[in-house]
């Protein structure tokens, strides 16, 4: 590959330094200092910027601070934007990706080739096991293989934040806190893996776990199956997976937005399959929703953090609910780097009597959580496809939530909920009134939130469906 960096600098030393550990360096470095043209950065000589309009490259990989400013001059210095590669995460991406042909020489001491009469299924929990949405996710759906007899395990790092145990499957942790060369990362979750074959990965996130799972199937392609769960609707994921998608055995997506953008972004169609939540949800709905003038319990169930989740606007709507004469409690349940500022501002905003946080819950009781709320609410700026949202509608909830990925897939606006347009917190606020002044319209559109929830899922079942999934890829 042919390639520039733009930035001599702290940053572009740093990646030239990651490249040459997987024995590719650029064919030269660009810079705006006039001072450094000619000379040499650990040996890659340091062009004028001019160079770009007669060298043939394949991109530009801007390795400074300044990304906009030089993005910006590359486009009238007449580089097309596909040949821009900006954000650590992008180049990384690209590093390992034309890197890879080049990891064979991984070091395979103790790797071992086991002879299990059944094949094992590892799990990406590249953030640790920690309170999220995908974990928990990982979590059930690795109770459901044990029942069905898998062997499995979870791929972790020592990544900071709540720790939640779950010993269905062992856990191997990756210890890549102190670890600065990326190779090492890789090379270290590739021997954890190949100790465990034949194996199938369900990779959750694009990153090292994943980059490591596609490298690992490159060397023993006919002993690994890769499974990519598209999470969330971030290009980092968009980016990643179609740019390996060659290893792909399946991309499953969570929502109808996230198909079609992965699609625009290049992915074929016949590796995407399609995964929907499971949730408990009975058939009869067993509930009291509230009266007029009564307290309106509104609920909120998930990660306590202002990215994505903007649990802050929370303070802002709950003035404007205020303002409208509702008398109304909102209740947090979960856990966060939002936590204790949370906590204080509810104290220091005197909002004790609207607000109330409850952390973290276990997930056997988040039903009965739904089901002492009237509301969901969620004020995103993007997600995937919310778990969260189809379990409150399952327990007769009504969701108030933004636009983000997911949120039409189970809520029709006006029928079996509201959404509106992310930061729109006036119009949420708007919403929820109403529903309080007029109960026999939030009864309503809470038994046909649940009934969405019931007919779509009464005939799956998560066992069968990853039976099926899981020797599919097999056959291919």
Not at 302 to 329: H, S, W
Not at 408 to 417: A, M
Not at 452 to 476: G, M, P
Request: glycine share 6%; proline share 3%.
């Amino acid at each position: 590959m042919k390639i520039f960096f733009w930035g001599a600098g702290r940053i572009g030393t740093y990646w030239l330094k990651q490249w040459r550990d997987f024995g590719i360096e650029p064919k030269g470095v660009i810079d705006n200092n006039r001072d450094l043209w000619g000379s040499m950065l650990d040996g890659i000589m340091i062009y004028n910027p001019s160079i770009l309009k007669e060298a043939s490259f394949d991109y530009v990989f801007i390795t400074c601070n300044m990304e906009g400013e030089i993005c910006e001059q590359l486009l009238e210095i007449g580089i097309v934007e596909d040949k821009i590669v900006t954000g650590g995460h992008n180049i990384l991406n690209h590093m390992l990706y034309y890197a890879s042909e080049n990891m064979t020489n991984i070091d395979k001491t103790n790797m071992l080739n086991n002879a299990h009469g059944r094949r094992i299924v590892l799990f990406d929990l590249y953030n640790g096991m920690v309170l999220g949405g995908v974990e928990a996710w990982s979590y059930d759906l690795a109770k459901c293989l044990d029942k069905q007899g898998y062997q499995g395990k979870y791929l972790t790092t020592d990544a900071a934040g709540p720790i939640v145990t779950d010993e269905t499957y062992p856990a191997y942790i990756l210890r890549y806190r102190e670890v600065e060369r990326n190779y090492d990362k890789i090379e270290t979750c590739i021997k954890e893996i190949t100790k465990n074959l034949p194996c199938t990965i369900i990779c959750n996130f694009p990153q090292h776990i994943f980059w490591a799972a596609c490298i690992a199937k490159r060397l023993y392609p006919e002993q690994i199956r890769i499974v990519a769960i598209q999470h969330s609707d971030d290009s980092l994921y968009y980016n990643a997976f179609t740019r390996w998608q060659k290893y792909i055995d399946r991309c499953m997506v969570i929502s109808s937005r996230i198909e079609e953008k992965l699609l625009a972004f290049g992915m074929e169609q016949t590796k995407i399959g399609h995964l929907e939540w499971q949730v408990p949800c009975k058939k009869i709905i067993d509930r009291m929703w509230g009266k007029k003038s009564a307290l309106l319990q509104i609920g909120y169930a998930g990660r306590v953090t202002i990215r994505p989740k903007r649990v802050d606007l929370f303070f802002t709507l709950a003035e404007m609910l205020k303002r409208r004469n509702a008398d109304f409690q909102i209740t947090i349940a979960g856990a966060g780097d939002y936590t204790t500022t949370l906590q204080e501002r509810i104290q220091e905003e005197n909002l004790q009597d609207h607000m109330v946080f409850m952390g973290r819950i276990e997930r056997e009781n988040i039903p009965d959580f739904w089901k002492k709320q009237d509301i969901m609410i969620s004020c995103s700026q993007w997600e995937g496809h919310s778990i969260s949202q189809a379990e409150a509608m399952a327990e007769g909830v009504v969701p108030v939530i933004t636009d983000v990925s997911g949120a039409r897939d189970d809520v029709t606006d006006g029928y079996n909920g509201y959404v509106v347009d992310i930061g729109d917190i006036e119009t949420m606020a708007e919403k929820i009134s109403y529903l309080y002044h007029n109960p026999s319209v939030l009864k309503q559109m809470g038994i046909q939130a649940h009934d969405t929830i019931y007919h779509r899922q009464k005939d799956k079942n998560q066992a069968a469906f990853w039976e099926e999934l899981l020797e599919d890829v097999w056959k291919l």
